[in-house]
């Protein structure tokens, strides 16, 4: 009987091992997940709340536990553990993303009066009461978060708006950006920021450089954006950066409310800032902004004005977006810092249009967080008008704390000896006399083949990241070109190879292979930005995208009269006058031929002809209320793809209104009244079916 139980025992030994062995690892995997979940909440409780509920001691102690386990079973690891907050990873190139929502910039405001003539913009679209979100503008640098499944699965900068850099690793160590959300988030969303740098944090560690005798830095702004693009993340992790968020973007919003989606963003574990206030009225707002034009100075961080939104989302997608900006907000700016310089020199700048700009050369001085040495002057009327002289004590603010600008001239200080500025009459590079056509601002140069700032400035504009973005060639690239005699337009790129381009200074074998295959890549951008590219005056990205879409090809836009030009949505006398001389001039038309022989995409690609008609061409739509089967910027793309018009309002020229839920009954009365057709969003999509 003994021998059959040890017989028995030694046979099943092995299987209790295994047992044990899968119980252990059960346990290790959830006592990992224990210490990651108890740091995140303490993560939140001290830095999203303001409220730590246990010491700096013992979190380290736990951060430090969580840090032993997960070496011992990597078989754990998570992209979005605490300990990642540490950094350590580094980032030798950081990719550009393209935004799946446009980062668009706001218009700005500086008075009551703006803000009421905006209000009344507003009144013209919206027939429902309208109410505002008040939210403190921080300035720092825009940031873009990606959550997926509640998890952060991507960090992008604002960049030119459509596209930015991928700083996720970096961004991963700022202790207020939530790895992990909680509650009742969407499945898949975006959120819109700023990375701040408190002034504490900023004063300690300028501190600390002037104590290892270190230039200090200059403002919290620059150093916070800065801060992002350390290639060393764990020296990102050692900065006291913050995120403040502000605005969800969704396919298909689910939240109401501005406001409530502020409260929701607290809700899912993000540090939303609570000055925001909801207001009833613009005498609320205007209430709102007076209040913290005194009261900012005592806040944490750098602001520098309001911003208010239409609260309402469905109002907000009714109003959309100009070419810049959404119609439904509104940047309050607090008034611009100002200090007095003298005014050195002034010279003259010929940009690739062949525009002069006087730039006034200033002694330096700081403004607003940064030293300012020079000012735009803009032409020879405003240079007359504020009678600026070299010598002078100027005046010198930033139009939105962003551009520096001269306002006015200090007379108490003018010298006795001072003479009026004659503005120049030749061209300051190539000596050409200038031009200035009847009802125009700015001086010209008329010497397009022969001005260098003009080649290489239009070969700048071609490579631009709106435009043919090629990667590899820089703005000091094209002028080493043109200098060193390579081109001398942008069509001779194409034509580049790798021996003539390593001669160039600073440049390598890896570095010309890279620029000659960039330029070979961007053959497949499509033609709406080929014909940015081109640089034809007054045609910018979106009047490239109109007319690309109104005409399918370059062929067919080079025949076209400006008669014909002025029938496209948007397009009037000036930019019409633009493009026909463009075509018209035989050297442009010998360049797009070339282009087109090296295989540049100067026609709307098959693809996406396939999917639009002329089936609503001649119609113009405005689109009201709610919709179920399609969002409404996706009702929006169906009306353009099929050759329709959209209006933001009603007018006697529109054809019919596409009609969702809590549609305003005032637009209801004014499209009966006007005998308009009135079509829901199923005889929407059986017209374009």
């Known amino acids: 009987m003994g021998s059959l139980f040890l017989l028995i025992f030694n046979e099943l030994y092995p299987i209790q091992k295994q047992y044990n062995f899968y119980i252990c690892c059960m346990n290790m995997e959830q006592k990992i997940k224990q210490l990651r979940d108890a740091l995140r909440e303490h993560n939140y409780n001290y830095y999203i709340l303001d ?25 754990y690891y998570d992209a979005n553990s605490p300990t990642l907050r540490v950094g350590g990873e580094v980032t030798k190139n950081f990719e550009t993303v393209a935004h799946t929502y446009r980062m668009y910039s706001l218009d700005n405001s500086y008075s009551k009066e703006d803000l009421l003539d905006w209000e009344k913009r507003i009144k013209k679209v919206i027939d429902a009461e309208v109410t505002y979100t008040c939210e403190l503008k921080y300035d720092g640098a825009s940031m873009s978060l990606t959550y997926e499944k509640g998890k952060l699965v991507r960090a992008v900068t604002r960049g030119d708006g459509f596209q930015g850099d991928d700083v996720t690793t970096n961004v991963k160590t700022i202790k207020s950006v939530p790895l992990q959300l909680k509650g009742d988030y969407p499945p898949l969303f975006e959120i819109r920021g700023e990375i701040v740098l408190p002034f504490a944090g900023f004063e300690k560690m300028n501190a600390e450089r002037i104590d290892i005798g270190e230039e200090p830095y200059r403002n919290p702004r620059n150093t916070a954006s800065g801060s992002l693009k350390l290639q060393d993340s764990s020296e990102v992790a050692k900065r006291p950066l913050e995120c403040l968020l502000y605005s969800i973007k969704e396919e298909r919003p689910t939240i109401k409310t501005q406001f409530e989606s502020l409260k929701k963003a607290r809700e899912w574990g993000f540090k939303v800032p609570m000055e925001a206030k909801l207001a009833k009225s613009m005498d609320e707002v205007l209430a709102f902004i007076n209040y913290w034009d005194v009261q900012r100075h005592k806040l944490p961080y750098e602001t520098d004005g309001v911003v208010v939104k239409v609260n309402s989302i469905q109002q907000q997608e009714e109003l959309g977006y100009t070419a810049k900006s959404p119609r439904w907000a509104m940047a309050y700016k607090f008034k611009a810092e100002q200090v007095a310089t003298i005014l050195e020199e002034i010279t003259y700048q010929v940009g690739r249009t062949g525009a002069i700009t006087p730039v006034a050369n200033l002694e330096p001085v700081e403004l607003a967080g940064t030293i300012v040495k020079r000012a735009s002057l803009h032409n020879a009327d405003q240079i007359a008008k504020l009678d600026i002289r070299e010598g002078d004590t100027v005046f010198v603010e930033k139009g939105g704390e962003i551009i520096p600008k001269i306002i006015a001239v200090d007379m108490n200080f003018r010298s006795q000896a001072s003479t009026p500025t004659e503005y120049i009459t030749e061209c300051p590079e190539c000596q050409t006399a200038l031009v200035r056509k009847e009802g125009e601002a700015q001086h010209y140069c008329p010497n397009a083949e022969g001005c260098p700032p003009q080649i290489i400035g239009r070969i700048q504009h071609f490579i631009s990241r709106k435009a043919m973005d090629i990667e590899g060639l820089g703005a000091e690239t094209v002028a080493l070109l043109v200098n060193n ?58 009047v490239a995208k109109k007319l690309a879409k109104h005409y399918k090809s370059v062929t067919a836009l080079a025949e076209a009269s400006a008669e014909g030009l002025i029938e496209v949505d948007e397009i009037g006398d000036r930019i019409a006058e633009s493009v026909v001389a463009f075509f018209s001039e035989e050297k442009n038309r010998s360049i797009i031929e070339r282009l087109k022989s090296y295989g540049v995409q100067l026609e709307i690609s098959a693809e996406k002809l396939a999917n639009q008609t002329n089936k609503l061409t001649g119609n113009s739509f405005v689109v009201s209320g709610v919709f179920t089967k399609v969002s409404r910027t996706e009702l929006k793309k169906l009306i353009e793809d099929n050759g329709g018009r959209i209006s933001g309002s009603i007018s006697s020229k529109t054809n019919y209104i596409v009609a969702g839920e809590n549609m305003g009954p005032s637009k209801k009365t004014k499209a009966d009244d006007l005998g308009i057709p009135i079509i829901s969003e199923d005889e929407f999509l059986q017209m374009i079916s």
Do not use: C
């Not at 730590?52 to 070496?71: G, H, N, R, V, W």
């Not at 890896?510 to 499509?526: M, R, T, W, Y």
């Open 51 to 75: 409220n730590p509920t246990i010491s700096d001691y013992e979190f380290d102690i736990k951060l430090k536990e969580l840090q032993e386990l997960e070496a011992a079973h990597p078989e």
């Open 485 to 542: 005699g390579l081109i001398s337009n942008y069509a001779d790129l194409y034509e580049l190879t790798i021996d003539q381009v390593i001669p160039l200074e600073r440049m390598a074998q890896k570095s010309a292979e890279n620029l000659v295959a960039g330029i070979e890549a961007s053959k497949q951008i499509p033609f709406e930005r080929v014909l940015f590219a081109l640089g034809i005056r007054y045609v910018g990205e979106t």
